[in-house]
């Protein structure tokens, strides 16, 4: 120790060492300086702080050593080889740079211990390769234990330099680092020195060319002191830099439609004006103000996480309502800087117009847009917690499905805004009637069901509220002046008899509704058993059938009609088939009534339309095919395009096509269907009146419309000659055609006897087993191929027969 004073007192130029001991502070705080923006950095700009880190800390570590060693004379002539120095100066860049590079690989004490070290090996390896640079006039002795102590006391310093300011983001603090590293470099620099001793050796001799010190001094101190400030002046701009891109932000941030809120440490930094609008306080105010101790509150627990959505609400510091909000958070701590240390970035996005969509797309999702009653979707939920209560509570509960009985000719008679009054009228008599826990819901249509939740015993309590709905439904409605009829029919369920579950309740009100619209509409049905197994069965039809058309299951067969006079074939009527693979040969009286009920006949009629005049276009002769036309779709308004367009597809002259309705069609809806008559008329259609007498059998029917042809039923064919009422009136229709020049048909001519009478009677035609069964179209060759057309005898058939169609 005392040596090393020694040392450092007598052969030393102390003012020289004192230029060093500055150098190396200087450089040492620099680069703590450059260190600490180096650590907020990332990838390129990462890489040239460090290398600029490694530069100022090298060049001045070595550039102390350097100066120390020009301060230094033993009193010889000395010198320095250029090619060691130069690798002394290389080694110190090196080093210095990989020790920084090492500490903030991460942040831990570990790291900046293993950085310490680095440093300060390379501290102490840049000396002694220095020092084995230095040529004197004599040998250079070792004191290895010296040596060792000047290396510890190097990597000492260097660790503690680190361990101080390695995070720093004070100037103090990185300061003081410098200072404590400078220490450690100075303190390995003269207690190396006093580990040597020079024997002075004449021999040897300084070579000329060898750098000596003077002049060299002053280059290393002012390229040094470049350097230096060069790396204070890159920390300087970047500085100015980061502030005016700051500036930019919250120019930025203003501009935003979200709030933004700076919080540091729990207190809020700066706001946007967004946030200051939705905090309802002026920025000045908020700066400071802790921000979530109540202004800002989270719906749930637990730590932030970086960039993790969360949901809470904000108290404007006005005293407003809280504000439901949506928090993102960003923490913008770059770990190196003083300003950014623990600042957190919230977005703060208000949430009240989307909480009020959803309120809104909740409400819709859940209630009919037209009545405002609850609709399928939640009639479910509802049900389900209503059967949860009465369960419950042993309260009672009644389903009740309600179908109104007119709503579709209110529709087609006054149009879709009379049909949307109706329905807004129901659901506010239906809401009416009821007090909750009882409640309303529309299925769709014109369906709609109450659930019953009452105290008193059952069916009493149900009964007593279906007739009610009745009463309260059947009062005529008013719409733009005009009296709209209501009336509704109803089916019950109860619970727990009929059915434990919703789907149970649904369908047996369902079934028992369907009762009770057969039974004549205007009343209520309670479920029965029995119901469940005939409604079944036409479900399953219904549903067979919906599957049978587009399976091609349904044909068309074909019975021949004949002019009385000769017999002569005179066209043929399309009758449809269906061939269920299980249940064979389905009588149309079966089906087309399941096709009406389910909104297939549209579908079924078109394809036999389209069947049947496909085939007769396809007939040598020009023979007439007859098509029958289920009520509701003579109702249809597109019934006369669809004619229209079936003719043009099939080529057939609309004058062959014969459309048989019957009286009843006409009653549904009189107005459309004799529009539709008249346009389907001047298509050039024939119009046919099927199964008179058997409806109305009214004259003014007859009148209404220019029928080209009646069709006497025939179950008054039948009855000729065996009941006189039967001939009466048989005899009664023809006088009538006859009057009003409309030829008559009599169907379900079997007998001889039958034929010889219409033929008295003057009937133009006849149709029915006598003249042939109806058959597929393949087997019609004698009657429609042109040779075949002369040989027609008029048939004979004597017996009465029932049965089947020809195969
Ligand atoms: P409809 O129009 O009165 O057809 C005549 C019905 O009488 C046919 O019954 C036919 O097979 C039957 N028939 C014909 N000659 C005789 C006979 O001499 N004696 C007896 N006892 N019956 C005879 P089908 O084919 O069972 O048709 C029944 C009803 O189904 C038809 O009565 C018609 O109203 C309806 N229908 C048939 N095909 C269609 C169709 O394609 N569309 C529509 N909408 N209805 C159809
Ligand atoms: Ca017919
Ligand atoms: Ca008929």
């Not at 000396?127 to 190097?154: C, D, I, K, N, R």
């Not at 003081?176 to 100075?186: E, N, Q, R």
């Not at 701590?333 to 009020?356: I, K, M, Y």
Request: hydrophobic content about 45%; aromatic content about 6%; charged content about 20%.
């Amino acid at each position: 120790m005392l040596k090393v004073l020694t040392c450092l007192t007598t052969e030393h130029d102390l003012r020289l060492v004192l230029v060093a001991g500055l150098i190396c502070l200087a450089a040492c705080f620099t680069a703590f300086r450059l260190y600490s923006r180096m650590r907020g950095a990332t990838g390129v700009v990462r890489a040239a702080w460090l290398l600029l880190t490694g530069l100022v800390s090298g060049s001045g570590v070595w550039a102390t050593h350097f100066i120390a060693m020009v301060a230094y004379s033993p009193g010889l002539k000395t010198g320095y080889n250029p090619a060691g120095t130069l690798i002394s100066l290389i080694i110190a860049v090196l080093f210095m740079a990989g020790g920084f590079a090492v500490a903030s690989a991460e942040r831990s004490r570990t790291n900046d211990c293993a950085g310490g070290l680095i440093l300060g090996v390379g501290v102490a390896a840049m000396h002694y390769t220095g020092m084995s640079a230095f040529v004197t006039q004599g040998f250079v002795q070792w004191e290895q234990a010296t040596v060792a102590v000047s290396v510890l006391a190097g990597v000492a310093g260097a660790a503690a330099a680190l361990a101080l300011a390695g995070r720093a983001r004070s100037l103090i603090k990185q300061a003081a680092g410098g200072a404590v590293l400078t220490i450690g470099v100075c303190a390995l620099h003269f207690i190396g020195m006093g580990a040597i001793t020079i024997v002075p050796d004449p021999a040897i001799q300084v070579p000329a060319e060898l750098l000596s010190g003077g002049v060299l001094t002053l280059a290393v101190t002012s390229i040094t002191a470049m350097i230096v400030l060069g790396g204070l002046g890159a920390v300087a701009i970047e500085s100015q830099t980061s502030r005016s891109a700051l500036d930019r932000i919250r120019r930025l941030a203003n501009a935003a439609y979200e709030g933004i809120v700076v919080v540091q440490n729990g207190r809020i930094n700066d706001a946007n004006a967004a946030f200051c609008d939705l905090a309802g306080a002026e920025l000045e105010t908020l700066v400071g103000a802790p921000l979530f101790a109540g202004m800002l509150t989270f719906d749930d627990e637990g730590p932030a996480h970086e960039g993790v959505r969360r949901e809470g609400a904000l108290q404007p510091v006005d005293g407003g309502r809280r504000i439901p909000i949506e928090v993102f958070s960003r923490l913008m701590d770059d770990g190196a800087r003083q300003e950014t240390s623990g600042l957190t970035v919230l977005a703060v996005r208000d949430l009240r117009e989307r909480r009020l969509a959803e309120e809104k797309i909740r409400y819709l999702a859940e209630h009919d847009g037209l009545t405002g009653l609850p609709n399928r979707n939640s009639l479910q939920m509802r049900l389900a917690a209503a059967l949860d209560r009465v369960e419950a509570s042993g309260e009672s509960l009644a389903l009740i499905c309600i179908d109104l009985d007119h709503f579709k000719e209110v529709n087609d008679l006054h149009g879709h805004l009379a049909g949307d009054a109706l329905l807004v009228e129901t659901a506010r008599r239906l809401q009416d009637a009821l007090t909750a826990p009882s409640f309303a819901a529309r299925l769709g249509g014109d369906e709609f069901i109450v659930v019953q939740v009452a105290d008193g015993d059952q069916p009493t309590a149900a009964a007593e509220l279906a007739g009610q709905l009745i009463d309260a439904l059947s009062a005529p409605a008013s719409h733009e002046g005009q009296d709209l009829i209501m009336g509704a029919s109803l089916g019950v369920s109860l619970f727990p008899d009929d059915g434990r579950t919703a789907e149970a309740l649904l369908a047996n009100a369902d079934m028992a509704l369907y009762r009770a619209k057969e039974g004549g509409r205007g009343a209520y049905r309670f479920f029965k058993r029995e119901m469940d197994e005939t409604i079944r069965e036409r479900r399953t039809l219904a549903r067979e059938l919906r599957q049978a058309i587009l399976d091609e299951e349904l044909l068309v067969y074909y019975q021949p009609l004949a002019t009385a006079s000769d017999g002569q074939v005179c066209g043929f009527e399309a009758l449809v088939r269906w061939n269920h693979p299980v249940r064979g040969m389905v009588p149309p009286l079966e089906f087309i009534p399941v096709a009406e009920e389910n909104g297939l006949i549209g579908q079924l009629g078109e394809w036999v339309l389209r069947r049947a005049c496909a085939d007769a276009a396809s007939w040598e002769r020009p023979l007439r095919i007859a098509v029958n036309l289920s009520p509701l779709q003579l109702n249809q308004p597109n019934l006369p395009a669809l004619v229209h367009e079936v003719l043009v597809a099939s080529g057939l002259s609309p004058k062959r096509l014969e459309l048989e309705i019957t009286e009843s069609a006409l009653f549904k809806d009189y107005q459309r269907a004799l529009d539709n008559l008249r346009r389907l008329k001047a298509l050039g259609v024939r119009i046919a009146m099927d199964d008179f007498g058997t409806g109305f059998s009214s004259l003014s029917t007859l009148q209404s419309f220019p029928f080209d042809k009646i069709k006497i039923d025939k179950s008054f064919v039948e009855n000729i000659h065996r009941h006189d009422r039967a001939t009466v009136i048989v005899r009664a229709v023809l006088g009538l055609g006859r009057s009003l020049e409309i030829p008559c048909v009599a169907e379900g001519v079997e007998t001889q006897e039958q034929i010889d009478f219409l033929r008295g009677e003057d009937c133009a035609e006849l149709q029915g087993y006598a003249i042939g069964r109806p058959a597929p179209v393949d087997t019609l060759s004698a009657w429609t191929l042109a040779s075949q057309a002369a040989i027609q005898e008029p048939p004979r058939a004597t017996k009465r027969r029932q049965g089947r169609d020809a195969a």
